[in-house]
């Protein structure tokens, strides 16, 4: 049972670089969405998706972008990583419908990315 | 905006007895009320929910309370035990889910 699974687990930027987190599913959920966690700030959304070819922002999208070519993947990109988007990021999924609100989100283990 | 509230950073109780975690919420819209548990190094783990027609939902020794009056939640769990340290988020929402801050619980043996 794969579940979410995101790569890397660690990386290490430059300002300015860019990179992808990756973020993978194997349970046919259509809503996929990205989350980071800050110390103090606990988890904030910053892209959702209900469907492939589907995205929209969330609380903080600025930086960041996302696409859904298909239901399993949800890649985020960073196009000029800053360090203030040093965090822990988390991908999460959850199956929709009739009964949406009786889905809770799966999350995967996390991507620490440390900007410098 | 923030629209989810856990204004305690953090929880120590003593093993064998009452836990509980608070959460207050702004917008009155939201349907759906969660409660995720997260352990070091892990994604956070669905605990418990309940939904806004209800003003209390239990299962096994977690217990979630609404007061839609005063915009409350509460998570309890009776009795604690070690296993239960970890940090505690209340969510709210649909498709745009919005996390509190989290509360990190300890409990003492």
């Known amino acids: 049972n794969a579940g979410v699974t995101q790569t890397p687990k660690f990386q290490v930027l430059k300002t300015g670089q860019s990179m992808t987190l990756q973020c993978a599913q194997d349970?046919?959920?259509?809503?996929m969405s990205w989350y980071r966690q800050d110390p103090g700030m606990g988890l904030r959304l910053i892209h959702y998706s209900v469907g492939a070819g589907i995205t929209d922002q969330g609380e903080v999208p600025n930086g960041y972008n996302v696409s859904r070519s298909t239901t399993e993947d949800f890649p985020l990109r960073l196009l000029s990583a800053a360090p203030s988007q040093t965090s822990v990021y988390f991908c999460?999924?959850?199956?929709?419908?009739?009964?949406?609100?009786?889905?809770?989100?799966?999350f995967g283990n996390g991507t620490r990315l440390t900007v410098t | 905006d923030q629209q989810v509230k856990q204004n305690s950073p953090s929880l120590s109780v003593q093993e064998g007895r009452i836990s509980i975690l608070n959460c207050d919420y702004t917008n009155s819209m939201f349907d759906y009320f969660l409660w995720y548990k997260k352990y070091p190094a892990e994604g956070p783990t669905f605990l418990i929910s309940i939904s806004s027609i209800k003003d209390k939902n239990e299962d096994g020794r977690f217990t979630v309370f609404l007061n839609k009056s005063a915009k409350h939640l509460s998570l309890h769990i009776v009795p604690s035990q070690p296993g239960d340290s970890a940090v505690y988020f209340c969510a709210l929402g649909d498709y745009d889910m919005r996390f509190g801050a989290g509360t990190r619980l300890t409990v003492k043996p």
């Open positions: 349970m046919n959920h259509e809503y």
């Open positions: 999460a999924s959850r199956g929709t419908g009739a009964f949406l609100t009786n889905s809770p989100l799966h």
